[in-house]
């Protein structure tokens, strides 16, 4: 009778930990839209793995990041505060220093205070060291490591900026000493060709007025100069496998112990140039060949977790960092054979710009022990993981920190159809949502970037648009709802000003 009792306490046990300490894997896809995935509408291209997340998840269809470019919508998302409230946030290139302080609190030292092992494998984009003439040859910090992951395999900044390395903790992986690295923005450095001076040495050519005609490695030309690292240099068609089998091995490692792993990925971002296994299986080019890339390396991941027999206890977030983008500088066909494809669903805008499409992405979280299956509209944000985790860990968030984040677990669990009920949205203008209503502010700036073929929502009226009707941002009620003008426009304001 006692030791029935005491396996009953002891299942209870089990079973109740596994309620409120997952492991946490948060994927971020890079420049991924918001019907580029079939669970998301998408009927051109087929993403099993994803709709099958979806389908056994949360799968949430008025999900954002806070900003239409990575750099913002990433700092949001690590540090939980708006990121248009600091100087220095706005796309950076690959040599800069780090943006997020190191005493901030952040998602990952949320799970850290609360005994995870914390790992960010992927595209990194928030800086690096305390400067930007930094030696790449030694050890560089302040970085991931020094903001709350305790293991870091990442890439600097985008992959079509240079310096095109890994770095394993502090510093870059298969450096030859006798091949040291130089990487400058400004002046060229060293003698590897470059895009602009030897174009007929690239497999894929840069799109006229976008610049990426830099040092080329692997056949393409980069943003910025580098020299050196060659044993370094990555090779794009092994990128994303790179990352994987990093995962894989991180996930094994730690399948003992609670574990929170940042698995940011770069497809279907700039340079499109998945495997020779993914190269013209879309159909559609290198952009839907990058996106089946991606499907199948999530499906990987997910069967990682079945092999360690940890999937049912192991919540997984699927995101993206910003809205998509065709054209991004490089003539990889991606307009050209869309065949029909919507990349923002019927969504207006897409990376960039302040429409909804910037700023609404995928965004699915499953957890087999803790979720059940739904479809939800509820507002929900990148912003508010920093405090939506705090508390499923029972963790406290000191005053001042994460300040724009609220705690929205039950939601994210779906417990709770309510979602955030006012929301800043960052595209090149700011907008605010309120219960459904979205005020943009007005916005000085081409209304159509042409280079990147996207509507950019700048308009030097200020626009409203009713949501819960009008989600496609077709029909301005500015004029007609003045009050409402006045009530949004003041209250971004205001929020401005906390
Ligand atoms: C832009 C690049 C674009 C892409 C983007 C960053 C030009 C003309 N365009 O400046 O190719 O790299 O920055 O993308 O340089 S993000 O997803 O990381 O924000
Ligand atoms: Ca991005």
Redesign the pocket.
């Known amino acids: 009778m006692k030791s029935l009792l005491t396996l009953i306490m002891l299942f209870s046990f089990l079973v109740g930990s596994g309620q409120t300490r997952p492991n946490v894997i948060l994927i971020c896809a890079?420049?991924l839209g918001y019907g580029d995935l079939s669970c998301y509408g998408a009927t051109r291209i087929k993403t099993p793995n994803l709709d099958k997340l979806a389908a056994s998840g949360i799968r949430f269809t008025n999900g954002h990041s806070t900003s239409a470019?990575?750099?913002p919508s990433r700092y949001a998302l690590i540090t939980g505060e708006y990121p248009w409230r600091k100087k220095g946030t706005g796309?950076l290139p690959g040599d800069a220093a780090l943006i997020v302080p190191t005493g901030r609190t952040t998602l990952p030292k949320v799970f850290q205070n609360a005994g995870y092992k914390t790992a960010i494998i992927g595209k990194w984009?928030l800086g690096l060291g305390d400067r930007v003439e930094k030696n790449w040859n030694e050890e560089i910090k302040p970085g991931p490591n020094e903001v709350g992951f305790d293991y870091s395999f990442i890439f600097p900044a985008?992959a079509?900026r240079v310096p095109t390395v890994f770095l394993k903790d502090h510093h870059v992986v298969a450096l030859d000493r006798n091949d040291p690295i130089t990487v400058d923005y400004r002046n060229k450095v060293g003698d590897d060709p470059t895009g602009k001076e030897h174009p007929e040495l690239l497999k894929i050519k840069s799109s006229p007025g976008?610049?990426?005609n830099n040092t080329i490695v692997n056949g393409i030309g980069r943003?910025g100069y580098m020299s050196g690292g060659k044993m370094s240099r990555w090779v794009d068609e092994e990128l994303s496998y790179t990352f994987l089998e990093q995962a894989k091995t991180f996930i094994s490692d730690q399948k003992k112990e609670p574990f929170f792993l940042y698995f940011a990925m770069t497809e279907p971002?700039?340079p499109r140039m998945p495997a020779t296994m993914f190269k013209d299986k879309s159909g559609l080019g290198l952009r839907g060949d990058a996106i089946l890339q991606l499907d199948w390396t999530v499906g990987e991941i997910m069967k990682q977790l079945e092999a360690q027999g940890i999937a049912r206890n192991t919540l997984i977030v699927f995101t993206s960092?910003?809205g998509p983008v065709l054209d991004?500088?490089y003539q990889d066909e991606a307009v050209a054979r869309l065949g029909g494809h919507s990349p923002a669903g019927t969504l207006r805008g897409g990376?960039y710009s302040a429409f909804e499409a910037g700023t609404r992405v995928p965004f699915i979280l499953n957890w087999p022990s803790g979720i059940k299956p739904a479809v939800s509209g509820a507002l929900v944000s990148h912003i508010d993981f920093v405090r939506s985790f705090a508390a499923l860990l029972k963790q406290n968030i000191q005053a001042g920190e994460a300040s724009d984040s609220e705690n929205h677990i039950d939601t994210f669990l779906g417990k709770s159809r309510a979602g955030r009920s006012v929301y800043v949205e960052q595209g090149g203008a700011l907008s605010v949502i309120k219960d459904n209503w979205k005020y943009i502010s007005p916005q000085k700036g081409l209304a159509f970037d042409s280079l990147v073929g996207i509507e950019t929502g700048n308009s030097e009226t200020a626009q409203l648009f009713d949501l819960s009707l009008d989600k496609e941002e077709r029909n301005n009620l500015a004029a007609k709802y003045l009050h409402k003008m006045e009530e949004l426009s003041q209250l971004l304001e205001l929020i401005k000003k906390n």
Do not use: L, Y
């Open positions: 890079d420049d470019t990575c750099t796309v984009h985008t079509d976008q610049g990426h943003i971002h700039v960092d910003n991004d500088g990376k």
